[in-house]
C-alpha cells in the first residue's frame, strides 16, 4: 500500500482528498495544526493518522513524511482577506511551510508533491477564459505566497530529477466540509443564511460571475496528478463554466426548498466582475475532467450543510 502525506488534510478540501486516498487504498497520514482544520472531518477514518503540527516545523514534517510516495500539500493559510489582515503569517505558512515540506519530500525520496495553488495568483483578470498562459499578477498578499509557493514546487522538480510537482490552481470551490466562518465563501454565507431565514445579500446586480468547482472534483484532480507520471507543472482546476450569482441564489433555493428574499447592495469595491477558466491544460496532461454538476453539488451540499450549519 502506498504512503500518502496530506498537510492540511482536516481541513475541507484536505479532508475530500483523504476521503478519496483512503477509497483508493492509500496509507494515510494527516499533518495538520487545527488552525481552520477539524479533527472531526477526520473521524470517519481511523486508520489515518493525524500529526498536529505545524507545517513550518522541520522535525514533525520530516516525521510525517518518512515513507512517504505521494504528498498532497494543502495546508495553507487561506484567502485574500485573512492575508491583508495577517500578511507575515500569509507568507510564513505558505512560502515558509512549503520549503519545510518540499525538504522534507526530497529527503524522504518522495515521487510526487501536488501543492495546492489559487486563482488568486492571477491578480486582476485581464481576459476569458483563464488560462494557465494569463499574467500572474497578485493583489494581495496571498495572491503572491501561492504563487511563491508553486514556483518553490517547480524549481524543486527541476533542481531533483526524481522529484515531480504538480501545483493545482483552484477557481472558486465548494461542497461538503466547507463551514462558514468570516472569510467564508458565497455558497456557504448564503447556505448558512437560508438556513437561519435570513435575507441573501448579493453585491452589485447579480449578474457578476464565478466558476464554481466541487471539492469531489478537485479531489480526483489531486489524485490524477499523483498518478500522471512524468508530469510537473501548474493547471487551472475548476468545472470551466461560469455561473452568475442571481444564478446561484436560484439554484440553492431549489436544492433546498429554502425560499429567502434577495438584497442588492451596492458593489463591492476590487472584485472580480467575471470569472471563468480554461481546463484544457489539465484535460490533456492529467484527464482531468470534472463531473459534478452544480445542481447535484449544490443538492448534496444543502444535505450537510442542514446538519452541521444551522
Ligand atoms: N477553498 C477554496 O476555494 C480554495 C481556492 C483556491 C485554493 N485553495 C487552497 O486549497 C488549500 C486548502 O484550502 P481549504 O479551502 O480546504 O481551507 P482550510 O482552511 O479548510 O484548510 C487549510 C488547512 O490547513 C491547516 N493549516 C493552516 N495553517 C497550518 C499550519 N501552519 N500548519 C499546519 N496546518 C495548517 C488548517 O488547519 C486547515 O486544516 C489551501 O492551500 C488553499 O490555499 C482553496
Redesign the pocket.
Known amino acids: 500500500m502506498s504512503k500518502a502525506l496530506v498537510?492540511?488534510g482536516?481541513?475541507?478540501?484536505?479532508s475530500n482528498v483523504v476521503k478519496l486516498l483512503v477509497g483508493e487504498g492509500f496509507d494515510v497520514v494527516v499533518?495538520?495544526?487545527?488552525?481552520?482544520?477539524y479533527r472531526k472531518n477526520l473521524e470517519p477514518f481511523p486508520r489515518v493518522g493525524l500529526i498536529e503540527a505545524?507545517?513550518?516545523d522541520e522535525r514533525e514534517v520530516a516525521r510525517a513524511a518518512e515513507g512517504a510516495e505521494v504528498v498532497f500539500h494543502?495546508?495553507?493559510?487561506?484567502g485574500n482577506v485573512r492575508s491583508i489582515e495577517n500578511p507575515v503569517d500569509d507568507s510564513e505558512?505558505n512560502v515558509l511551510?512549503t520549503i519545510r515540506v518540499l525538504e522534507a519530500a526530497r529527503r524522504a525520496g518522495v515521487r510526487k508533491v501536488v501543492c495546492?495553488?489559487?486563482?488568486a495568483i492571477f491578480g486582476e483578470l485581464r481576459r476569458l477564459p483563464i488560462d494557465e498562459e494569463h499574467p500572474a499578477e497578485p493583489d494581495s498578499p496571498y495572491g503572491v505566497s501561492?504563487l511563491a509557493a508553486e514556483k518553490l514546487c517547480l524549481a524543486y522538480s527541476r533542481l531533483y530529477d526524481e522529484l515531480e510537482a504538480v501545483c493545482l490552481r483552484?477557481f472558486?470551490?465548494y461542497g461538503v466540509n466547507q463551514r462558514y466562518d468570516a472569510y467564508g465563501?458565497v455558497i456557504p454565507i448564503f447556505a448558512h443564511r437560508m438556513l437561519r431565514g435570513e435575507p441573501l445579500t448579493v453585491y452589485g446586480d447579480g449578474e457578476q460571475t464565478r466558476d464554481f468547482v466541487n471539492v469531489k472534483d478537485v479531489a480526483r484532480a489531486n489524485l490524477l496528478a499523483a498518478r500522471a507520471q512524468g508530469v510537473s507543472g501548474a493547471f487551472n482546476v475548476a468545472s470551466g463554466v461560469s455561473t452568475t450569482v442571481n444564478r446561484l441564489t436560484g439554484m440553492l433555493r431549489a436544492a433546498s426548498g429554502l425560499d429567502v428574499e434577495v438584497v442588492y447592495a451596492p458593489p463591492r469595491k476590487g472584485e472580480v466582475r467575471d470569472s471563468r477558466a480554461d481546463i484544457s491544460a489539465a484535460r490533456a496532461a492529467l484527464g482531468y475532467e470534472p463531473t459534478v454538476g452544480m445542481d447535484e453539488g449544490l443538492a448534496e451540499y444543502m444535505d450537510w450543510a442542514k446538519t452541521e450549519l444551522a
Open positions: 498537510t492540511g482536516a481541513g475541507f478540501i484536505g499533518l495538520d495544526n487545527l488552525f481552520s482544520g505545524d507545517v513550518r494543502l495546508a495553507a493559510s487561506v505558512v511551510g495546492s495553488s489559487s486563482a501561492k483552484y472558486n470551490v465563501n
